[in-house]
C-alpha cells in the first residue's frame, strides 16, 4: 500500500472479523467510508475458514445490516461440486492438511447454505456460480464443474 495506495482513499486495519460492532465502530472512525452512501464489502476466501460452532453468519448479519441500502455483498466460499467419493476423499485430504499444518481448519458449505449468508441480498448476475463462471474474461478458464469454489455479488434492497 506505501507504493501504490492514495492516503486519502484507502487505509489498512488489523482486526478480527468477529469484533462486529467494534471492527465495524474502527472502520468508520477511520473516516475512509461514508456510511450515507452504498458499500462494497468484500468477504473474500474468508468464510470457509470459520467452523460452524464459531458461527460466522453472525458478524455476517451484524455487517449486512449496517449496509446502507444499494450496497453490495461479494462473497466467495469453498463448495464441493459433487458427493462424489474420490472428490469427497480428495477434500477430506485437504481439510485434514489445513487442520493439522495450517492455523485454520477448512469448512466446505452447500450451495443453499452460501446463499444463506447473504440474507434478503439479492444475487446480481450471473447470481451465485462457480468462480470460473463469474464473468470470465475468456474461455480460457479452468473446467468450472472442478472448481469447487463458488462466488457472487449480492446487492442490499433500496
Ligand atoms: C485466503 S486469505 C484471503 C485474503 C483476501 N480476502 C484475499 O482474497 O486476498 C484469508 C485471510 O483471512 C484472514 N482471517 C482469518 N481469520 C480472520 C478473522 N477472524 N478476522 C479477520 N481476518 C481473518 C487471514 O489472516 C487471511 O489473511
Not at 458499500?39 to 470459520?50: A, E, G, K, S, Y
Not at 453472525?58 to 461479494?74: D, F, H, I, V
Not at 450471473?126 to 470470465?136: A, E, H, I, Q, T
Amino acid at each position: 500500500m506505501e507504493d501504490t495506495a492514495d492516503p486519502e482513499r484507502h487505509y489498512a486495519l488489523f482486526g478480527d472479523y468477529f469484533d462486529g460492532e467494534d471492527l465495524w465502530q474502527r472502520v468508520l472512525d477511520e473516516g475512509g467510508i461514508d456510511p450515507d452512501e452504498p458499500i462494497c464489502l468484500l468477504i473474500v476466501t474468508l468464510l470457509h475458514f470459520m467452523p460452524d460452532e464459531r458461527h460466522p453468519e453472525r458478524p455476517l448479519a451484524y455487517y449486512r445490516a449496517q449496509l446502507p441500502p444499494g450496497s453490495l455483498l461479494a462473497l466467495t466460499h469453498v463448495s464441493l461440486n459433487t458427493e462424489d467419493d474420490e472428490v469427497q476423499d480428495a477434500f477430506r485430504t485437504v481439510a485434514g492438511q489445513y487442520t493439522n499444518r495450517a492455523t485454520l481448519p477448512l469448512t466446505q458449505r452447500s450451495r443453499d447454505e452460501i446463499v444463506a449468508l447473504v440474507g434478503d441480498f439479492e444475487f446480481v448476475e450471473p447470481g451465485l456460480v462457480w468462480l470460473p463462471d463469474w464473468r470470465p474474461e475468456s474461455t480460457d478458464t479452468i473446467d468450472a464443474a472442478e472448481a469447487n469454489i463458488v462466488g457472487g455479488v449480492a446487492r442490499k434492497p433500496v
